[in-house]
C-alpha cells in the first residue's frame, strides 16, 4: 500500500521549521530537513531521493525553497508507490503507469492546474449547450439539400454496426449494440436499412485505422498551463480534416481560436462544437507558424494573419451521446474531436497500453477534449481500442498518445469518451 500524502505532509508540517543545515548542499539539506519525520518516511527519503533528483532533472523541475522541495518529493513517493502498485499488480493489467510532469502533484493539483474534476464546467453545462445546438439545427433551413459527408458518415455508420459486431462477436464483452442503435438520430434510423440492403459486402471497413502513421495528424503538442484542450481539439479536427481532402498536412493556430473565438473561452475552457460553428462564420484559421500559441487569454484577435486554403469550417457532424459505431464511422472518414473524464489518478500516470478501467467516466461526467485518430486491436491486451491524441505534451503517455478500450458497460464508454463527438466538413 502507499502512503496517504496528508499524513505525510502532515508530519513533515509538524517538523520541518529550521530544518535547513548550512553545511550541506541542497539535496542534503533535504535529507537534513526529513530528520523529524518518522522512520518509515526517512527511510522512502533517503532510498528515492536519487530517483526524485534524476526526474527533477529530466522535467525540469525548480523548486523556491529546499522547503518547497520536500514538500513535493514527499508527494512524489506518494505517486512513486502508486505506480509501482499499479504496475505489479497479478494479473497484469493491460495499461502501465509511469512518471511524468505531474508526479510532484496531488491528484486534487492535478485536476486543478488542468481544470478537470470539480474545476470543470462539467458535464450539465456541456449537455445544455449540446440540446440548445441540436434544437437550433432541426430549425434550420438546408437550401442545398445535405452535404455528402453527412450521407457518408451513416453509410459507414451501419457498415460500423454490421462489420464489427459480426467481426468480434465472440469478445469477452458484448456490444450493446441495440442501446447505441436506439442513441443514434432520427436521420440515422431512417437510412439504416437503406444501407443494409444497398450493400450486403461489410468487409470493406477496415479492421484498424491509425490517422498518424497515415500522416493526418501533426506532432502532438502541449497546452501547458491553460485550458484550452477545446482548441487543440478543434485544431487537431480541423488539421486531419484538411488532410483528408487536400493531401497537405498544416499545423493550425491554436491560439487564432482562443483569441478571436468569442463564444468559447481561451484558457478558462469551450467546446469544439462551438468552435466549429465560430469558424463557419469565418474564413479558416491562420497556421501555427504565423501565430504561435502563447498559453494566454489575454491577448487580442489578431486578423491580419493569412488564413490557411481550405480551413474553413462548412458543417460539422455531431455523433449521438453513446454511440460507439457512430465514432468508428468518423474515424473512417478523419480525425474526430472527442471528451472524456481525465480526473483520475491512473489517467494522470498513464504511461503505455490499453486503459480498461470501467470506473473512469463511469457517471458520464467528461472534463478533457482531446482528439481521436484511430481504433484496432491489442492481441497483448486483448481489448479492441480507440487510439487519441493528447495536448500535454510528447513526455505524458505513449509520446502524447494513449489508447482506451472500445468495449464499456458504461453508458458513455471508457472514460466517457462517447459522451461526446463531433467532426468538421472543411470548405
Same mark, same amino acid.
Given at each position: 500500500? @502507499?502512503?496517504?500524502?496528508?499524513?505525510?505532509?502532515?508530519?513533515?508540517?509538524?517538523?520541518?521549521?529550521?530544518?535547513?543545515?548550512?553545511?550541506?548542499?541542497?539535496?542534503?539539506?533535504?535529507?537534513?530537513?526529513?530528520?523529524?519525520?518518522?522512520?518509515?518516511?526517512?527511510?522512502?527519503?533517503?532510498?528515492?531521493?536519487?530517483? &526524485?533528483?534524476?526526474?527533477?532533472?529530466?522535467?525540469?523541475?525548480?523548486?523556491?525553497?529546499?522547503?518547497?522541495?520536500?514538500?513535493?518529493?514527499?508527494?512524489?513517493?506518494?505517486?512513486?508507490?502508486?505506480?509501482?502498485?499499479?504496475?505489479?499488480?497479478?494479473?497484469?493489467?493491460? @495499461?502501465?503507469?509511469?512518471?511524468?510532469? &505531474?508526479?510532484?502533484?496531488?491528484?486534487?493539483?492535478?485536476?486543478?492546474?488542468?481544470?478537470?474534476?470539480?474545476?470543470?464546467?462539467?458535464?450539465?453545462?456541456?449537455?445544455?449547450?449540446?440540446?440548445?445546438?441540436?434544437?437550433?439545427?432541426?430549425?434550420?433551413?438546408?437550401?442545398?439539400?445535405?452535404?455528402?459527408?453527412?450521407?457518408?458518415?451513416?453509410?459507414?455508420?451501419?457498415?460500423?454496426?454490421?462489420? &464489427?459486431?459480426?467481426? &468480434?462477436?465472440? *469478445?469477452?464483452?458484448?456490444?450493446?449494440?441495440?442501446?447505441?442503435?436506439?442513441?443514434?438520430?432520427?436521420?440515422?434510423?431512417?437510412?439504416?436499412?437503406?444501407?443494409?440492403?444497398?450493400?450486403?459486402?461489410?468487409?470493406?471497413?477496415?479492421?484498424?485505422?491509425?490517422?498518424?502513421?497515415?500522416?493526418?495528424?501533426?506532432?502532438?503538442?502541449?497546452?501547458?498551463?491553460?485550458?484550452?484542450?477545446?482548441?487543440?481539439?478543434?485544431?487537431?479536427?480541423?488539421?486531419?480534416?484538411?488532410?483528408?481532402?487536400?493531401?497537405?498536412?498544416?499545423?493550425?493556430?491554436?491560439?487564432?481560436?482562443?483569441?478571436?473565438?468569442?463564444?468559447?473561452?481561451?484558457?478558462?475552457?469551450?467546446?469544439?462544437?462551438?468552435?466549429?460553428?465560430?469558424?463557419?462564420?469565418?474564413?479558416?484559421?491562420?497556421?501555427?507558424?504565423? @501565430?504561435?500559441?502563447?498559453?494566454?487569454?489575454?491577448?487580442?484577435?489578431?486578423?491580419?494573419?493569412?488564413?490557411?486554403?481550405?480551413?474553413?469550417?462548412?458543417?460539422?457532424?455531431?455523433?449521438?451521446?453513446?454511440?460507439?459505431?457512430?465514432?468508428?464511422?468518423?474515424?473512417?472518414?478523419?480525425?474526430?474531436?472527442?471528451?472524456?473524464?481525465?480526473?483520475?489518478?491512473?489517467?494522470?500516470?498513464?504511461?503505455?497500453?490499453?486503459?480498461?478501467?470501467?470506473?473512469?467516466?463511469?457517471?458520464?461526467?467528461?472534463?478533457?477534449?482531446?482528439?481521436?485518430?484511430?481504433?484496432?486491436?491489442?492481441?497483448?491486451?486483448?481489448?479492441?481500442?480507440?487510439?487519441?491524441?493528447?495536448?500535454?505534451? *510528447?513526455?505524458?503517455?505513449?509520446?502524447?498518445?494513449?489508447?482506451?478500450?472500445?468495449?464499456?458497460?458504461?453508458?458513455?464508454?471508457?472514460?466517457?469518451?462517447?459522451? @461526446?463527438?463531433?467532426?468538421?466538413?472543411?470548405?
Amino acid at each position: 500500500m @502507499y502512503l496517504s500524502t496528508k499524513p505525510l505532509l502532515a508530519a513533515f508540517l509538524l517538523s520541518s521549521s529550521g530544518f535547513a543545515h548550512p553545511d550541506h548542499p541542497a539535496h542534503d539539506q533535504v535529507l537534513a530537513g526529513s530528520a523529524k519525520l518518522p522512520a518509515a518516511v526517512r527511510d522512502k527519503v533517503a532510498k528515492l531521493r536519487d530517483s &526524485f533528483l534524476h526526474w527533477k532533472e529530466d522535467h525540469g523541475k525548480d523548486y523556491e525553497s529546499v522547503d518547497v522541495e520536500l514538500k513535493k518529493m514527499l508527494v512524489w513517493i506518494e505517486n512513486h508507490e502508486y505506480i509501482h502498485a499499479h504496475n505489479n499488480q497479478k494479473p497484469t493489467k493491460s @495499461y502501465t503507469l509511469g512518471h511524468n510532469h &505531474f508526479s510532484d502533484l496531488t491528484n486534487d493539483q492535478y485536476q486543478q492546474l488542468n481544470s478537470l474534476g470539480k474545476y470543470s464546467r462539467g458535464r450539465e453545462v456541456l449537455q445544455k449547450r449540446m440540446d440548445e445546438r441540436a434544437a437550433m439545427k432541426k430549425l434550420q433551413q438546408v437550401e442545398d439539400g445535405e452535404h455528402p459527408a453527412k450521407a457518408e458518415f451513416r453509410y459507414l455508420r451501419q457498415k460500423s454496426v454490421e462489420y &464489427f459486431d459480426d467481426l &468480434f462477436s465472440d *469478445d469477452e464483452v458484448t456490444d450493446d449494440a441495440a442501446a447505441e442503435d436506439d442513441a443514434a438520430t432520427d436521420d440515422t434510423a431512417e437510412t439504416d436499412d437503406a444501407a443494409a440492403t444497398d450493400d450486403n459486402d461489410t468487409d470493406g471497413l477496415p479492421d484498424e485505422i491509425d490517422w498518424v502513421s497515415a500522416g493526418a495528424v501533426t506532432p502532438v503538442k502541449n497546452q501547458g498551463r491553460c485550458g484550452s484542450c477545446w482548441a487543440f481539439s478543434t485544431t487537431g479536427a480541423m488539421e486531419g480534416a484538411h488532410f483528408v481532402a487536400q493531401g497537405e498536412l498544416v499545423s493550425l493556430s491554436e491560439q487564432n481560436l482562443m483569441d478571436c473565438d468569442t463564444v468559447d473561452h481561451a484558457c478558462e475552457g469551450g467546446l469544439m462544437e462551438d468552435a466549429f460553428k465560430f469558424e463557419e462564420s469565418g474564413n479558416g484559421l491562420c497556421s501555427e507558424d504565423d @501565430y504561435p500559441y502563447l498559453a494566454t487569454d489575454d491577448s487580442e484577435c489578431n486578423n491580419d494573419c493569412e488564413k490557411v486554403e481550405h480551413t474553413r469550417v462548412k458543417d460539422y457532424i455531431d455523433i449521438n451521446p453513446g454511440d460507439k459505431h457512430g465514432l468508428i464511422a468518423s474515424l473512417v472518414m478523419q480525425p474526430t474531436s472527442i471528451a472524456m473524464d481525465a480526473s483520475g489518478l491512473a489517467f494522470q500516470f498513464y504511461s503505455s497500453g490499453v486503459i480498461d478501467d470501467d470506473n473512469c467516466g463511469a457517471d458520464g461526467q467528461i472534463d478533457h477534449g482531446v482528439l481521436a485518430v484511430g481504433y484496432g486491436y491489442d492481441d497483448d491486451a486483448g481489448h479492441k481500442y480507440f487510439k487519441v491524441k493528447n495536448s500535454w505534451g *510528447d513526455s505524458w503517455g505513449d509520446e502524447g498518445y494513449f489508447r482506451i478500450k472500445r468495449d464499456s458497460k458504461n453508458q458513455y464508454g471508457t472514460c466517457a469518451v462517447l459522451a @461526446y463527438m463531433t467532426a468538421p466538413i472543411l470548405d
